[in-house]
């Protein structure tokens, strides 16, 4: 055989090798290559025999080129091998039949939710939302919402103080003279906030969450105090709940009245909750007490008003009947996630 022809299709047999080791897209198939070009019958062997069938002179470079096809068909294998092998082991991985990954969906916390609930019910009703600072003035907290220095009335608040006179709002009253100071009647808000005292047990956290509402207008009477605060529990939790008004005190309203909604446990046949009496405390109203109009400079001739402060801890405790306030602010997600 010529040295020429020989090396031709040595060529030729080279690249028909790598092309089908490349093209490979199995193991199995690229097995099949591996014997066509490179096992013992295989292509490369061929021209090991027809060696013998070239001059003398030619065998060395012959050979040489020989073992160069040789050499670079074993790593091109040799690599497509590894790959074709990492490519099934990773398929096996995968566990078709395995439940995907669930995406933890979060949610509104009890206590936000339940204040904006309220709010909204109000804002229906012709209530704005309005809101005032967290830190308050001895003035806003108690003054001139009718709190005498050193009246006994203050013992309520269980106060805690920051120093420099002030202290954590107790209520959100505060912002009832806030607002009237700023603002010319008529007066429609509602005030949702954070609150402070100085108490800790099952059902009173030292922070909590009040909704304040004032109306200030012309012609305001308690019938009009009655038929809002009805509206509201209705709406809130059901429309059959009742409301009653009992006398209550708070220096700020005159007269002034503490609210009690038929029982939402039991329905007024009397439980755990309600203590037996089927009536459950749920709110403090009353008519704005008229000193408060010279805090603020309206004229108590022109205007009257009415005045509540809703318990959104309460609220929510009752309408999701919880019995510990420390749920809404211990964190845990077990809890939380049952309210989606
Ligand atoms: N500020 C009172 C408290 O925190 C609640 C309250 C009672 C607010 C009567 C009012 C009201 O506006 O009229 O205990």
């Given at each position: 055989m010529e040295k020429n022809e020989f090396l031709a299709e040595l060529g030729n047999l080279e690249e028909e090798a790598l092309r089908a080791i490349s093209s490979s897209g199995t193991l199995d198939e690229l097995e099949n290559a591996r014997i066509k070009f490179?096992?013992?019958?295989?292509g490369l062997n061929e021209f090991s025999k027809k060696m013998?069938?070239?001059k003398k002179e030619d065998r060395p470079e012959t050979g040489r080129v020989l073992n160069e096809a040789r050499g670079k068909i074993t790593s091109s294998f040799s690599e497509r091998a590894s790959l074709l092998k990492e490519e099934a082991e990773e398929k096996e991985q995968?566990?078709?039949?395995l439940p995907g990954r669930r995406r933890k969906m979060g949610s509104r916390h009890l206590i936000p939710k339940t204040s904006a609930e309220i709010c909204s019910i109000f804002e229906r009703m012709g209530f704005t939302i309005t809101e005032g600072p967290e830190v308050e003035t001895d003035y806003y907290n108690f003054e001139a919402l009718?709190?005498?220095?050193?009246?006994?009335?203050?013992?309520?608040?269980?106060s805690l103080f920051v120093g420099d006179?002030?202290?954590?709002?107790?209520?959100?009253?505060c912002v009832q003279i806030r607002t009237m100071e700023k603002k010319k009647p008529p007066v429609w808000i509602v005030v949702p906030g954070k609150t402070y005292r100085r108490d800790d047990d099952l059902t009173h956290s030292p922070m909590f969450n009040q909704i304040e509402g004032l109306a200030v207008d012309k012609n305001i009477t308690m019938a009009d105090l009655k038929g809002v605060l009805k509206s509201f529990v209705e709406e809130f939790f059901s429309p059959r709940t009742r409301i009653r008004l009992r006398p209550s005190f708070f220096?700020?309203?005159?007269p002034s009245a503490e609210v009690d909604i038929g029982?939402?446990?039991?329905g007024g046949k009397g439980c755990r909750i309600c203590k037996g009496t089927g009536w459950l405390e749920v709110l403090g109203c009353g008519m704005v007490?008229?000193?408060l109009y010279d805090f603020v400079g309206y004229d108590p001739e022109e205007v009257s008003g009415f005045a509540f402060g809703i318990g959104v801890d309460r609220m929510a405790m009752l309408k999701y009947n919880?019995?510990?306030?420390s749920r809404f602010y211990s964190g845990d997600a077990r809890f939380l996630r049952q309210f989606p």
């Open positions: 490179l096992g013992s019958k295989g013998g069938t070239l995968i566990d078709v039949t009718n709190f005498p220095p050193d009246h006994p009335s203050r013992d309520m608040q269980q006179g002030l202290l954590l709002r107790t209520h959100t009253s220096p700020f309203t005159e029982c939402v446990i039991c007490n008229p000193v919880l019995d510990n306030i």
